[in-house]
């Protein structure tokens, strides 16, 4: 018998997802997104690029702008209607001070009670190697909940102070604690993940619906196991 997770916290009103590119919240996480806008809570989301780096076959001139299109009609999906992108460059995030202080600044202007962000540990299940963009951001998005607090760190970032935030939930974590089920929403993360069209022709030659939906399907069923048998997206979730 899978070790049982927990349910998610439920007593919270704001939350903030920082990610790192158009499509890393849709890959699982819109689904639990969707669940928490039906109940009325407010989700906005945070993306450092533009995902600019992130279509081979489409310059970066043009791909970034079509890529924040498809991320504003793919957050609509599940409720969202909170989009803000930051302009450091895809592919080539750096860890440190600045990420620490863009991030902490958008903490303090959204106010969130929990902050979600994306895997950032090495590697996906141990084989798959996590890319730098991915690992520079989740873990400065945690390095920034604290820093926001704190009135005497990135000063000059403005914004009152907000020591508000109770939990960070890493999604796609290997070693998940907490999950949602998404019996009722799995759907909607379907149609949020196919906004991204474009990208998803450009990586797979599988029918785009096929491919979401398989994907998504495929890891929710996944955990359902250690969920008792509901559907799930999982997080792994630090208390603050």
């Given at each position: 018998?899978?070790?049982q997770?927990?349910?998610?916290?439920?007593?919270?009103?704001?939350a903030?997802a920082?990610v790192a590119?158009?499509?890393?919240?849709?890959?699982?996480?819109?689904?639990?997104?969707?669940?928490?806008?039906?109940?009325?809570?407010e989700v906005?989301?945070l993306?450092?690029?533009?995902?600019?780096?992130?279509i081979?076959?489409?310059?970066?001139?043009?791909a970034?702008?079509l890529?924040?299109?498809?991320?504003?009609?793919?957050?609509?999906?599940?409720?969202v209607?909170?989009v803000?992108?930051?302009?450091?460059?895809?592919?080539?995030?750096e860890?440190?001070t600045?990420?620490?202080r863009?991030?902490?600044?958008?903490?303090?202007?959204?106010?969130p009670?929990?902050?979600?962000?994306l895997?950032?540990?090495?590697t996906?299940?141990?084989?798959?190697?996590?890319?730098p963009?991915?690992?520079?951001v989740?873990r400065?998005?945690v390095d920034?909940?604290g820093d926001?607090?704190n009135?005497?760190?990135?000063?000059?970032a403005?914004?009152?102070?907000?020591?508000?935030?109770?939990w960070?939930?890493?999604?796609?974590?290997?070693h998940?604690?907490h999950?949602?089920?998404?019996?009722?929403t799995?759907?909607?993360?379907?149609r949020?993940?196919?906004?991204h069209?474009?990208y998803?022709?450009?990586?797979?030659d599988?029918?785009?619906e096929t491919y979401c939906?398989?994907?998504?399907e495929?890891?929710?069923q996944?955990s359902?196991?250690?969920f008792?048998?509901r559907?799930?997206?999982?997080?792994?979730?630090?208390?603050?």
């Amino acid at each position: 018998m899978a070790e049982q997770l927990e349910p998610m916290p439920t007593d919270w009103r704001r939350a903030l997802a920082i990610v790192a590119h158009p499509d890393d919240l849709e890959y699982g996480c819109a689904s639990a997104v969707a669940r928490w806008t039906a109940e009325g809570r407010e989700v906005a989301y945070l993306i450092v690029t533009r995902g600019e780096a992130g279509i081979d076959t489409l310059e970066p001139a043009k791909a970034g702008p079509l890529r924040e299109q498809e991320q504003r009609a793919s957050a609509s999906v599940v409720g969202v209607s909170e989009v803000e992108f930051l302009d450091h460059a895809d592919g080539v995030i750096e860890y440190g001070t600045a990420l620490r202080r863009d991030l902490a600044a958008a903490i303090r202007r959204h106010r969130p009670e929990l902050l979600i962000t994306l895997n950032f540990a090495d590697t996906w299940g141990g084989v798959h190697w996590n890319t730098p963009d991915h690992r520079a951001v989740g873990r400065a998005a945690v390095d920034a909940a604290g820093d926001a607090g704190n009135r005497w760190i990135f000063p000059e970032a403005g914004g009152e102070p907000w020591d508000g935030v109770r939990w960070v939930a890493v999604a796609g974590d290997q070693h998940p604690t907490h999950a949602v089920d998404v019996t009722d929403t799995l759907e909607d993360g379907v149609r949020s993940l196919l906004e991204h069209r474009s990208y998803i022709e450009a990586l797979t030659d599988e029918d785009p619906e096929t491919y979401c939906r398989n994907f998504l399907e495929t890891i929710a069923q996944g955990s359902a196991e250690s969920f008792g048998g509901r559907p799930a997206v999982t997080f792994r979730l630090y208390p603050r």
